[in-house]
């Protein structure tokens, strides 16, 4: 975190579902918005980083998450 703290890989892996749970269906948001979503909450992590917990988690890639109405 910004002050050290270690933080463990399931808080942020958690915090990462809920940001993709509560995203606009219709414009999900990109790895990297997520990844500056992540730091402005404290969490500075990279968006290669937002990939690889995407995938071990088997969330699809932004285009596959978009739903049209």
Do not use: C, H
């Not at 942020?12 to 790895?31: C, G, Q, W």
Request: net charge positive.
């Amino acid at each position: 975190t910004s002050n050290g703290e270690e933080v463990a890989t399931l808080t942020i892996k958690s915090k990462l579902r809920e940001i993709i749970e509560n995203e606009d269906k219709a414009k999900p948001l990109s790895d990297q918005a997520i990844a500056d979503l992540l730091k402005k909450e404290g969490f500075p992590i990279a968006r290669r980083t937002v990939q690889k917990y995407r995938e071990q988690m088997n969330i699809p890639v932004k285009r596959l998450r978009r739903q049209v109405t």
